[in-house]
């Protein structure tokens, strides 16, 4: 168990430029979580995946925003014509089925800068 | 969107002194959880509760879920330098069963040895 891995860990792109980055969770872990933070704040839900089915999307996450999660396997967040607010640290998260389901383990994260 | 009241923001203790932080919501929860981050790094898993009055402890952490079910403590003891970092408590909403889970702002530790 290599823990969620996730990449890349930094990526700085122009604005209007669009980035993707991908997570791979723990093996035995069904469910899988997008968050994002912002310097000085914890970080907040955007999204989240039971299997391959991608079950409740955060307010936060816009038209720019895309997550997939094809096999039920690893995921990818794409942002599309990027912003400079969209700068922001963007973590994922698994968690298992059953006991323990809310109890989230992060990767390393991935810190996006737009210029 | 949503995050929990988390405080204190920051604090600058001496190496050996005993540390406490609380973290409260404005709804019921029905899991408490305590993370650490340190730069650049995610959020790393210290205590899980899941019952109204529950006390917790690992190693020279201790947290509880508060009886109203609107609020948690950690206390540290006898800190230690590599205790540096960003606490975060973070809650799931009484009715949901997702891990969607709110935040709080995190409180900054910082230890003088």
């Known amino acids: 168990d290599t823990g969620v891995s996730q990449d890349p860990r930094h990526k700085i792109t122009k604005r209007g430029q669009n980035v993707t980055f991908r997570c791979d969770p723990i093996s035995e872990h069904n469910r899988l979580y997008w968050y994002r933070q912002t310097l000085g704040q914890g970080p907040e839900f955007l999204t989240y995946f039971q299997n391959e089915a991608q079950l409740e999307k955060s307010r936060l996450l816009s038209d720019r925003f895309s997550a997939e999660r094809p096999k039920g396997s690893f995921s990818t967040l794409e942002i599309q014509r990027t912003e400079q607010g969209d700068s922001a640290m963007y973590l994922c998260?698994?968690?298992?089925w059953g006991p323990g389901a809310n109890v989230l383990t992060f990767g390393a994260g991935s810190r996006l800068t737009v210029l | 969107g949503q995050q929990l009241n988390q405080s204190p923001q920051s604090m600058f203790i001496q190496e050996g002194e005993d540390v406490s932080m609380n973290c409260t919501s404005s709804?019921?929860?029905?899991?408490w959880l305590w993370y650490k981050q340190d730069p650049g790094e995610g959020p790393v898993l210290l205590i899980a509760l899941y019952k109204a009055g529950e006390l917790t402890s690992n190693g020279r952490l201790t947290a509880q879920f508060g009886i109203t079910r609107k609020d948690s403590f950690l206390n540290i003891s006898a800190s230690i330098p590599s205790d540096v970092g960003i606490y975060f408590c973070a809650g799931q909403h009484a009715l949901s069963n997702t891990g969607k889970l709110i935040f709080g702002q995190g409180t900054t530790l910082q230890v003088k040895p």
């Open positions: 709804s019921i929860f029905n899991t």
């Open positions: 998260a698994s968690s298992p």
